[in-house]
């Protein structure tokens, strides 16, 4: 009988030198990428990343959302945002909202700050002055990340 606690995967350390790096974006929607545990390693439920996002710029932009089951389009999803600036007294912005805007926020975030999407697009963006750091944890059902732009900002992927 597998106990509702245990883990199929194993516990184990995740060393710097095994963390895939990535730039995304271009301009004022540069970001860097850390993969810290992608759906091509295993893991039961989490996928985990860091994103620094320089002064100025935009992350998780194009705005996109994933919050239905609906493979090999989208995945459900539920996500935090853990907020670190640099220096700390600054600040961001993060919008969380759906397409018929039955949920629409927008915060400033500060440093120490915590965000969760429960559902809808989600963008943030860096104060001038202030570089921005978040770790994103994910969950859901199936441990897979695909993505749906809001078609309003589609189009900013072929500017």
């Known amino acids: 009988m597998r ?6 995967s194993r516990p184990r350390l995740i060393a710097p030198d095994n963390i895939k790096q990535s730039t995304r974006g271009q301009g004022t929607n540069t970001r860097h990428v850390h993969d810290i545990l992608p759906e091509t390693e295993p893991a039961d ?3 985990v990343v860091e994103v620094f996002t320089p002064a100025g710029n935009w ?3 194009p705005p996109h959302k994933h919050d239905v089951d609906n493979l090999p389009h989208e995945t459900l999803l539920e996500e935090t945002y853990y907020h670190r600036i640099n220096p700390a007294q ?4 993060q919008r969380v909202y759906t397409d018929d805007r039955s949920l629409d926020e927008t915060m400033a975030v500060e440093n120490g700050c915590c965000v969760l999407v429960p559902k809808g697009y989600h963008p943030v963006g860096a104060a001038h002055g202030y570089s921005l750091y978040y770790l994103n944890v994910m969950a859901g059902p199936k441990r897979a990340w695909k993505f749906h732009n809001d078609p309003d900002h589609e189009w900013l992927m072929n500017a």
Not at 3 to 8: G, I
Not at 90 to 93: M, V
């Open 59 to 61: 992350s998780s932009y």
């Open 90 to 93: 600054g600040f961001a912005f």
């Open 45 to 47: 439920s989490l996928l």
């Open 3 to 8: 106990r509702p606690w245990a883990w199929q």
